[in-house]
C-alpha cells in the first residue's frame, strides 16, 4: 500500500466508525501486543498549551540523551507531524509499515466482532507500535479531546500527567462550566502516578487537586507567579523563574507568546521530576531556546505570523502577546462552527489594535462562512472588515496591502495548517 493510499484510508474512518469505550481502546492495545507497556509514558491534557508543554518536553529530553517519540494532535499539513521519533517526523516508509501491522490488527479485531477503532484510536495505535518498534524509551503523549474518555488513557501507569490551563472548549463534549471540564481533564490522573498542572481558575485547580487526592498522587501546582517575564527581543521571549533551583539565570524561547513561559515552565518542572538529582538544566536552556514549535505564533514569513489560537482563553492569551507596534496590524481570522467565534471576535476587536480585519472560510465542512464572520466583525469594530470566501485569495490579500504593518493569522488550526502549506507551495 503507497502512503497516499495509507492516509487515504484514515482519512475514511470517520464514514464507518462510531466513539468506542475504554475498553474497546485497551482490547485494540492488545491486538498490538500493548506496545504501550513498553514505554515511559509522559501523558499531557488540558485546554491550551498541551501541544506546545509536549514539545517542551520531547526537546529537553532529547537534551538528556533519551530516545524520545512524540505524539501530538492535530497535524497542521502531513499526517507524519502527529508521530516523531527522536525530533524526526515518521518517514512515509516507516508510516507505511506500522498502518499494515496496525491495519492488521484491526482485521483480527473485526474478525473476533470487535468494532472498527475510530480516527484518532487507530493514529495512536501507530504511534505507539511505531515507539516501541524504533526502540523509543520515553513516549509524551498529548490528549486528543478530554482526557477521561481519551484513546490515549487506555495506558494504564504513566510516569507523570500532566494538565496544562483549562478553558471553555469543545463544551458539547466536556461541559458548560470550567469545573465540569476540569473533571474531564483530571481524568488522567491514575492512582499514585504523580500529576503536575498549570494554575488557572480556582474552580478547575480545586478539581485537579481533589482528584490527585483521590488517587493519592503527589501532586504540584506551577503558579502564575512562579515565573517572571523580563522582556521579548529579537523575536524570543525572556524569563526567569522563581525558584531557587533555577538560580539566577534568564531563560529564552523561541517565540513572542507570552502565555509559552508558564508552559515552558510546567514541562521544566516535569523534567526535575523526572531526572532528580542527575537534571542538566544548562541543556534544557539550550533546547528551549533553540525550539520551533509550528503554528504557536510562529513567523511564516518576515513580519507574517499563524497562531493555533481557536478558542477563547486562546485568543486572550494570543491579545496579550501582540505587540502594541507604531506601523499598526491586519488580523486574518476564520473559525469552525462549534467554536465560540462570536466571543473569539468580540475579543480581538476589544483586545488588538488593527488596522484592517480580514475573514475568510477555511475549507472544511466544518468551516464558518466568511459572510457570517465578517457580519460579526461588524458588530465590535469600526475598523474596515474584509470578506474573501478564499483563503488563498484573503492570504494574497493581506501580503499586498500590508506594507509596513504585522500580519496575525488565528482563529483555527485548519487556518494554520492551510497558510503554512500555501506559504510552502509558492517559496
Known sequence: MTYEEAVRYILDIPRFTKKNDMMHTKAFLEYLGDPQDDLKVIHVAGTNGKGSVCAYLNAMLRSEGKHVGLFTSPHLIRMNERIVMDGEQISDEAFCSVFEETLDAVKRMQKSGLPHPTFFEFLFGMAVSAFRKAGVEYAVLETGLGGRLDATNAVERPLVSVITSIGMDHMEYLGNTIGEIAKEKAGIIKEGIPVFYAQTCAESDG?????AEEHHSLCKKIGKDAYEILGIRDKHIAFSCANAYYGNTTWKLNNIGVYQPGNALLAMEVMRFL??????????????????WEGRMEEVLPGVYVDGAHNVSAVEAFAASVPQGENGNIILFSAVRDKEYEEMIACLCRSVQADIYVVTHISDRRGTGAGTLGRIFEKYTDRPV???????EALKYVLDSRGERTVYCLGSLYLTGMIKEMIQEVM
Open 275 to 292: 531526572t532528580g538529582e542527575g537534571g542538566h538544566p544548562e541543556r534544557w536552556r539550550e533546547a528551549l531556546s533553540a525550539l520551533k
Open 207 to 211: 478539581v485537579i487537586r481533589q482528584t
Open 386 to 392: 474584509i470578506v474573501i470566501e478564499s483563503a488563498e
